[in-house]
């Protein structure tokens, strides 16, 4: 029996983003080291991470409502992390240009 595209994409989609991914942000938010938006993107790491785990208790219950949990995580909170990080890492490299790869000068 041949498998719908849409039933084998969901048998890739489901982990990558309510498995992999949350286990990706914890072990991304522990390097984030600092104080002030450091610490608001690690705790937005660890908030994503804990969505994602969260929704992924809605594949069993077969609820999308419980999915969208997952889903707040990894489109909402984690591109704010996103940003905090790319603001932070760019202070970083203002403050020091030894920070920053020899292609990345600032």
Do not use: H
Not at 13 to 35: H, K, N, R, S, T
Not at 53 to 77: D, E, H, Q, S
Request: charged content about 10%.
């Amino acid at each position: 029996m041949l498998v719908s595209p849409d039933a084998a994409f969901e048998k890739v989609d489901i982990p990558a983003w309510d498995l992999f991914f949350p286990v990706a942000a914890l072990c991304a938010a522990p390097v984030v080291q600092g104080e002030g938006l450091a610490r608001l993107a690690r705790g937005l790491l660890f908030a994503s991470a804990a969505l994602a785990l969260a929704g992924m208790a809605g594949v069993p219950l077969a609820t999308m409502n419980v999915r969208n949990i997952g889903i707040i995580g990894y489109v909402v909170l984690f591109p704010i992390a996103a940003v905090l990080l790319a603001i932070v890492w760019q202070r970083a490299c203002a403050r020091s240009a030894a920070l920053c790869l020899p292609a990345d000068r600032c």
